[in-house]
């Protein structure tokens, strides 16, 4: 079985104008060392994040700043994630932005094909390619995953909310995915009460590592009426 580290990276990147602002350009998908080795699981999830910031660009890794920091510790371990997956981390735009701007969808774009392929040698660990859970972070990640893999336009962050669980197949090379999303750190630093709609977002993957996942149904509606009038 394959053994997977680090993603896919291309330093000599010029496809937009963000390779002209940070030290490391295309930063790198990485495996969370704290988690199940891909030699010794047949379950995966990759957490996608928006783009690196100043620590991930100093130091060509994501995920390594204080958001990374709350990720590996609340997002990850506070569900104990990592004792039965392997996991990845990774950013949907792979560089840093001058002033640390928000990236603009093109970013996304340009950046997919890294992203595609990483998915892809994920699922080359797996025995069973679609153990893939792939959980995006904040809006811009989340719409862009929708967008560019999915190929649906204007899923917002809330709306992604109502497909959490969803076991969706993406016009692209990769095979099937489970895809979730919840609240990027940063929104989770700035506004503490986020952190209570992280934790449900957070055990219903858990729920959905250990097959034990409530599956939506229609609910049968009983119309109602007033009471009769004596």
Not at 109 to 114: A, F
Not at 175 to 187: G, N
């Amino acid at each position: 079985m394959k053994l997977l580290v680090r993603g896919n990276s291309n330093p000599d990147c010029d496809y937009c104008e963000l390779h002209e602002y940070p030290k490391s350009v295309c930063v790198p998908m990485v495996h969370f060392k704290d988690s199940l080795p891909p030699s010794t699981s047949d379950k995966s999830i990759l957490f996608i994040g928006q783009n690196p910031g100043w620590n991930e660009d100093q130091q060509n890794e994501p995920f390594v700043g204080k958001s990374g920091q709350l990720v590996k510790e609340a997002y990850i371990k506070g569900c104990k994630l990592h004792e039965r997956a392997s996991i990845y981390l990774t950013n949907g735009v792979r560089c840093h932005t001058e002033a640390n701007e928000t990236p603009k969808p093109r970013h996304f774009l340009q950046c997919d094909q890294y992203l595609e392929k990483d998915i892809q040698d994920i699922q080359d660990t797996l025995a069973s390619p679609d153990n893939l859970i792939i959980v995006t972070l904040g809006a811009p990640a989340t719409t862009a995953l929708w967008k560019n893999f999915l190929d649906e336009r204007r899923v917002s962050l809330q709306e992604s909310f109502n497909r959490n669980g969803n076991y969706v197949s993406s016009f692209l090379n990769t095979h099937d995915f489970t895809v979730f999303s919840t609240y990027h750190p940063a929104a989770v630093l700035r506004n503490n009460n986020y952190i209570n709609a992280v934790a449900a977002h957070m055990q219903l993957v858990s729920d959905c590592l250990d097959g034990v996942m409530a599956q939506p149904s229609q609910p049968d509606i009983v119309p109602t009426r007033s009471p009769r009038k004596e």
